[in-house]
């Protein structure tokens, strides 16, 4: 048996190594055929065709964060966050190779149709977030996997080997891993420094990507806008040449992030010309230009002689690499993956996956025995439903869009039937800011951020001519003198455009607040206008669609920096008079569904509070009704303290795709246990966490260093049923070298449902904790245990999982000494064995 696996093993190594060769034989040739414009061209990432050579026009930005985005229907898988609190590899692996199918299937019909490949239609996509959970203030923190380097690297290999598929010379599609490194904040992302020590940076910031590059395979890379100990990421040749490449082994292309080449000198100040930036960022080993910055700045750079034909040459040779073996520009004879059919486009086995993944996403927080509700027993007999939530879908920033879409109202009427009555209203009995999950801003500004409005800001009183500044605006909340750049002009207008999304058909009431001469057009027609020199204030009423789309434009000219700007509504009511509170208080149990929408890309949160008027509607319903179900859809772990004591259940649903809605349904009725456990740390008091702006994970970051309240620790997660842990039992007191020690707990279902529990190992030492490390996960298992049974669950423990980087010596070692294993159902409990290790 061992002669035939090593002939098989053999063999495999010589395809591997015939594919190779094929490969760059065929690279080779099309470089040597290039002129300098053509090689030039090919760094960018919107390309001309080469005919002559057979190149194809391809732009290679597409996305798929939680299934193909912005390229028609797909379908939509949970948020990453989501996705994290699955702790279930295996599903996430099953997930991306779907994605892969559907991509492979749209990006076939495109060429069919087009005869090349247009943005977010390609097989490039810029897809997993590895940046880790860092701070919950993050605004892009629904976009990555968990606070840990272990399960973020984890999700982030199956997710890469699902996306390229296992052929061993075609790519199915390429993975870019983003944003390398440290790209963790928002408000400084365009020219801010991450500024990390080196032990955060090796055990913290790095562990994921690595993982990705080594284990992984990671075809492409993506380098971050923010500089690293204030060399910008995109240029730093430590990054992109020493680590990933030399250290690390990666053969595939970096891409910038939007436009960070262009910002080497714009924002960071690295660089005194755009030419010198991009010459800085190409020898660096930034391959490609992400906004096409290197078109002009590569040409310009060339004719100066800050670059060669071998700069240019090794990167094009990189793309030209990933073009071949993704069969981009024809030569795809056994490609196994150019036959994949459009019918898999959100077909049932896929969106029956995006259901599995919501359903072991959701998170039960707290349980007072209320869930699962048992209809038909006399006692819930009317159920009142609370929320603008349970009418609307919502997916997120850089989403699929599906065409099937359930909500949950009508999931749960379909369910509960005639055992029990179904009662709704929204959510709103007071003015609100117009949330930015209703707005959207342009395809082509996706790179800072689609949700919200396009705030244009003039150095003039009539906001004509060249913008002073344009940016991101979530939602009309601010002062706008706030900004740097806009609280010292002497004269200010603004414009902010967007597109209007409305979640219920009425009648609508908006509130504007600010300065100037103000008009706000709906679809081009003015709604209302107002001038003052000072303060302008007034309302107006719109009746909108449910789902259609309103263009918006708010115009503000001769503003005062100093004043607020506000632009607010109230949701329609029905006709009857009915409230929250009343229908709660009518109901035999009320659940009320809450989203936040708070955080996004180019926009940190100013906390980490829900708002007021949802808070205020916690406590007026919960009042009316003891027996409240409260369901959560946020993207960060959110402060929960101010009413975690009033529901009787609390849900958290992330944001869970297209199987939201149903997934919730058969939670709440039983049909599903509820499986899913935090993938960060939910905390109790915000003003206990480090400023943003700190790196140093040894400061209080994570569940591995944190020391200050916690609300519900990482890792945590209740089910319908209990279970039992056993002490855990080691097979040997001491290891040395490079032996292995397995540990072994009993998990018992003692509870009155079928279960699955995501069993949790983790590993301390005294010599640790001298600089702040508790602990740090070192396994974790799904595993089901039908009711009244047991498992043995058992971990290896290596000596890569006792390895600290040693910043003296500049490399990973063991410590010998005395170590605890503890195997449990969340971080914040202990059961532990101890042993020695002896080093060497």
């Known amino acids: 048996m061992r002669e035939i696996f090593a002939i098989l093993v053999g063999w495999l190594s010589l395809q591997c190594l015939a594919g190779e060769k094929d490969v760059g034989g065929k690279v080779s040739d099309i ?226 992030d939007g436009s960070a080449v262009e910002k080497i000198y714009t924002h960071h100040k690295y660089a005194s010309t755009p030419a010198e930036a991009a010459a800085m960022a190409l020898k660096s080993g930034c391959d490609m ?43 795809i004879g056994g490609n196994p993956y150019v036959d994949i059919p459009y019918s898999v486009v959100e077909c049932p086995a896929h969106r029956e996956l995006a259901l599995e993944a919501a359903e072991k996403s959701m998170v039960l927080l707290k349980n007072d025995g209320l869930l699962p509700l048992e209809l038909g027993s006399g006692d819930v007999r009317k159920i009142a439903l609370i929320g603008d939530a349970f009418n609307t879908v919502y997916y997120g920033d850089y989403s699929a869009s599906p065409e099937i879409n359930e909500v949950l109202w009508d999931c749960l009427r379909d369910a509960v039937g ?25 395809v082509g500004e996706a790179h800072d951020g689609i949700l919200g409005f396009t705030g244009e800001y003039y150095a003039d009183k009539e906001a004509v001519g060249t913008p002073l500044l344009v940016r991101q605006d979530l939602v009309l909340d601010f002062v706008p003198a706030m900004d740097d750049k806009l609280k010292s002009a002497k004269d200010l207008s603004a414009r902010w455009t967007s597109v209007l999304q409305a979640p219920l058909t009425g009648r609508y009431s908006f509130m504007f607040e600010g300065s100037g001469r103000v008009s706000i057009r709906i679809d081009g027609k003015v709604v209302f206008r107002k001038g003052s020199n000072q303060k302008v204030r007034g309302s107006f009423e719109l009746p909108l669609v449910k789902g259609q789309e309103y263009q918006v434009e708010v115009e503000a000219c001769g503003m005062k920096a100093q004043q607020a700007v506000r632009l607010s509504w109230r949701l329609p009511f029905d006709d009857k008079g009915v409230t929250p509170e009343k229908l709660a208080k009518e109901s035999d149990v009320a659940i009320l569904f809450l989203r936040d929408d708070n955080s996004s890309e180019g926009r940190d949160r100013k906390d980490l509070h829900w708002g007021e008027a949802q808070i205020e509607l916690i406590r007026k319903v919960t009042e009316a009704n003891p027996n409240t179900i409260l369901i959560l859809g946020s993207g960060s772990p959110l402060m929960l303290a101010p009413f975690v004591r009033l529901p009787k259940a609390i849900l958290n649903v992330w944001m869970g795709g297209q199987g939201e809605a149903r997934a919730i349904t058969h939670i709440l009725l039983g049909k599903v246990n509820p499986s899913g456990k935090t993938p960060v740390t939910f905390f109790a008091d915000e003003r206990q966490l ?61 509870g009155g449902y079928d279960g699955e529990e995501i069993v949790q190992c983790y590993l301390s030492a005294p010599q640790w904790a001298v600089g702040g490390l508790k602990q740090k996960l070192i396994g974790h298992k799904r595993v089901f245990i039908a009711k009244g049974e047991s498992r043995k669950v058992s971990f290896t423990v290596c000596r890569e999982d006792l390895l600290r980087w040693n910043v003296n010596v500049k490399e990973w070692t063991a410590l010998a000494g005395k170590y605890e294993v503890s195997v449990v159902p969340h971080s914040g409990e202990k059961n532990a064995v101890s042993f020695v290790y002896e080093g060497k």
Not at 170 to 184: C, D, E, R, S
Not at 428 to 435: A, D, G, L, S, Y
């Open 31 to 256: 470089r040597k055929g290039l002129t300098v414009e053509e090689k030039i061209d090919l760094l960018c990432a919107d390309a001309p065709a080469v005919e002559r050579l057979g190149i194809i026009r391809y732009d290679w930005w597409s996305e798929c964060l939680n299934g193909v985005a912005r390229a028609g229907k797909a379908t939509a898988f949970p948020k990453p966050i989501g996705l994290g609190a699955t702790w279930d590899v295996d599903l996430i692996k099953r997930i991306s190779t779907a994605i892969s199918d559907e991509a492979r299937a749209k990006h076939r019909k495109v060429m069919e149709e087009k005869g090349y490949s247009p943005r977010q239609f390609g097989l490039t996509f810029f897809s997993p977030t590895l940046n880790i959970a860092r701070d919950p203030r993050w605004g892009r923190t629904s976009e990555c996997f968990s606070e840990d380097p272990l399960l973020t690297g984890e999700m982030g290999v199956a997710y890469v080997q699902g996306l390229q598929g296992d052929d061993a010379r075609w790519l199915k599609a390429v993975a870019t891993i983003k944003h390398f490194v440290a790209n963790n904040e928002e408000n400084r992302r365009a020219g801010g420094s991450a500024d990390v020590d080196e032990l955060s940076l090796r055990e913290y910031y790095f562990p994921a990507f690595r993982e990705a590059v080594v284990r992984g395979g990671a075809a492409s890379v993506m380098g971050a806008y923010n500089a690293l100990n204030g060399v910008p990421c995109c240029a730093n040749a430590y990054l992109l040449n020493d680590v990933l490449r030399k250290e690390w082994g990666f053969r595939g292309v970096v891409i910038s």
């Open 289 to 331: 230009s992400l906004r096409d910055e290197y078109r002009d700045g590569l040409r310009r750079a060339y004719t100066e002689k800050l670059i060669d034909d071998d700069d240019l040459d090794r990167a094009v040779e990189r793309v030209l690499e990933l073009r071949v073996r993704l069969g981009l520009d024809g030569d």
């Open 418 to 442: 005639s055992r029990a009555e179904l009662s709704w209203v929204g959510e709103r009995t007071k003015e609100e800011t117009v949330p930015s999950r209703y707005l959207s801003r342009g």
């Open 690 to 750: 480090p400023p943003m702006d700190s790196y140093d994970v040894t400061k209080g970051r994570s569940y591995q260093y944190f020391k200050g309240d916690v609300m519900f620790p990482f890792g945590y997660g209740l089910s319908y049923t209990r279970f039992e842990y056993s002490r855990p039992v080691v097979d040997k007191s001491r290891m040395s070298g490079s032996d292995t020690l397995s540990v072994e707990v009993t998990v018992s279902n003692k």
